[in-house]
């Protein structure tokens, strides 16, 4: 036990808010494509639902009431309005999934027949996160630590430690936008670790960091790659509506990766995508990366990734 204790006094502990590149790739294996140079970004196959008007209203009322935007308060506002909004299209969309599980008895006593209960699947503001892993290049353990503004999970908010949760997003205000990008990333392959440990069928994770207006989205899919998407204006008519999409898409296809919580009704179609995420869900509503378009290379193959990908002792 002492051992332990000093073990771990000996270790370092790295916030998100310090995390770089380097440090995240090498502590938890993932690697980064094209995406991330803006040649290659992450986007959705299709785009099938207009952007609600009263989310439109809403947004619009923000801005005209004169709210300080330069605060983080601010941006947390708008992007509310945006989840709930989106978490309402999805509880629309299935709704038979969201209603209210109820116990079917038999005629016969001792014949029970129960209706397949689910876990429901919340929004968890403020969602601690942490993880130790072993640091390959210089064999000390590490503590990864972070708070995300929205968890995506079930099992209650301290369920992310067992591997329940499966989005992470973040917000900043406006001048303080780009800085979200590495913290939104150390929140996800900290989820991705954690469900990997926990024994989840799928370790994927998304998500995204905004201001309130620009919205960037993440993941790190099945084979650890990290794809990031383009900013996108939330004002802007075109822009709203990819962006609504792109939530929608992000918290129905977690919740079809996991068969705790996964929508999908038919036994068939529901294992099919549980054990092959990436050809039953994933392609099916994010471009493939190897369908974007060529990228001029003077006649030289193209660089597919920017960085290494170290192995990861546990």
């Known amino acids: 036990m002492l051992d ?22 090498a502590l938890f294996n993932i690697y980064f494509d094209l995406s991330r140079m803006g040649l290659k970004p992450w986007k ?11 989310l439109k209203d809403n947004l619009s009322d923000l801005t005209r009431v004169l709210y300080d935007d330069a605060t983080e308060a601010t941006s947390r506002i708008a992007v509310d ?4 909004a989106c978490k309402l299209h999805i509880m629309e969309l299935h709704s038979t999934h969201f209603s209210p599980k109820k116990r079917k008895v038999a005629s016969r006593p001792g014949t029970p027949q129960d209706f397949e209960v689910r ?13 130790e892993v072993m640091d390959p290049r210089t064999n000390e353990k590490v ?9 995506f999970g079930y099992s209650g908010r301290n369920g992310a430690a067992h591997g329940t949760f499966l989005v992470a997003m973040e917000a900043k205000r406006r001048d303080l936008f780009s800085t979200a990008e590495q913290q ?11 469900r990997v440990r926990a024994g989840k069928t799928n370790a994927v994770t998304q998500g995204f960091y905004t201001d309130g207006y620009r919205y960037c989205f993440m993941a790190i899919n099945a084979d650890g790659k990290v794809e990031s998407s383009v900013p996108y204006d939330v004002m802007n008519p075109e822009g709203g509506k990819t962006i609504f999409n792109f939530i929608v898409t992000i918290l129905e296809s977690a ?3 996991s068969p705790t919580v996964t929508p999908t009704k038919a036994a068939e179609q529901r294992d099919k995508e549980i054990n092959n995420v990436t050809g039953e869900v994933w392609s099916k509503v994010y471009v493939p990366y190897l ?8 006649g030289e193959e193209e660089e597919i990734v920017d960085m290494p990908r170290p192995g990861l002792e546990d």
């Open 119 to 131: 876990e429901m699947v919340r929004v968890y503001p403020e969602v601690e996160l942490a993880v």
């Open 184 to 194: 939104l990333l150390t929140y996800l392959a900290i989820l991705r670790e954690l």
């Open 291 to 298: 369908s974007s378009p060529q990228i001029e290379s003077d």
């Open 255 to 257: 919740m079809k990766c």
């Open 44 to 54: 959705l196959q299709s785009e099938q639902y207009e952007m609600p008007q009263r």
């Open 143 to 151: 503590r990864v630590t972070g708070r995300a503004d929205w968890g």
């Open 4 to 25: 332990a204790i000093l073990n771990f006094k000996k270790g370092k502990t790295l916030a998100a808010t310090d995390a770089t590149t380097e440090s995240l790739a």
């Open 81 to 84: 309005m945006m989840l709930i």
